[in-house]
């Protein structure tokens, strides 16, 4: 399954921040020392009795974008995770990927490009 695949790559690399939100609402959890495990539909991030963790389901997630968006003093990249009405269900942050004068970290974007490369920019479940 190419949402677990994903997934399990993604909570290896260190300074991602996983944001779910909505109108109300908006949870954040960092990558750092996240398990993965598999049950039915249902693909958990963390540990049950951790304080933070989250529940996806897997049969509701219909497409996955790798995202580069310019913003006026630097790129953000992002992996979005979409359902059915293209609302998104999960985002998947790259942090630290400039250094304090505003330099590329260019180790990081190779991280960005590889795991797009691997998947491709823009895949439909």
Same mark, same amino acid.
């Not at 003093?73 to 400039?98: C, G, H, I, P, Q």
């Given at each position: *399954? %190419?949402?677990?695949?994903?997934?399990?790559?993604?909570? $290896?690399? !260190?300074?991602?921040? &996983?944001? @779910?939100?909505?109108?109300?609402?908006?949870?954040?959890?960092?990558?750092?020392?996240?398990?993965?495990?598999?049950?039915?539909?249902?693909?958990?991030?963390?540990?049950?009795?951790?304080?933070?963790?989250?529940?996806?389901?897997?049969? *509701? %997630?219909?497409?996955?974008?790798?995202?580069?968006?310019? $913003?006026? !003093?630097?790129?953000? &990249?992002? @992996?979005?995770?979409?359902?059915?009405?293209?609302?998104?269900?999960?985002?998947?942050?790259?942090?630290?990927?400039?250094?304090?004068?505003?330099?590329?970290?260019?180790?990081?974007?190779?991280?960005?490009?590889?795991?797009?490369?691997?998947?491709?920019?823009?895949?439909?479940?």
């Amino acid at each position: *399954m %190419v949402l677990y695949q994903i997934l399990s790559d993604l909570i $290896k690399i !260190e300074d991602l921040l &996983f944001v @779910v939100k909505n109108s109300s609402a908006t949870s954040e959890i960092r990558s750092k020392s996240l398990s993965i495990k598999k049950h039915e539909k249902w693909i958990t991030l963390g540990k049950n009795d951790d304080p933070a963790h989250m529940h996806i389901n897997s049969e *509701m %997630v219909k497409s996955i974008e790798f995202i580069q968006e310019k $913003k006026p !003093e630097r790129t953000s &990249f992002s @992996v979005s995770f979409f359902d059915n009405n293209n609302d998104r269900v999960l985002a998947v942050f790259f942090t630290k990927m400039y250094d304090e004068q505003k330099n590329l970290n260019k180790f990081r974007k190779k991280i960005f490009d590889d795991l797009s490369k691997k998947y491709g920019s823009s895949i439909l479940l």
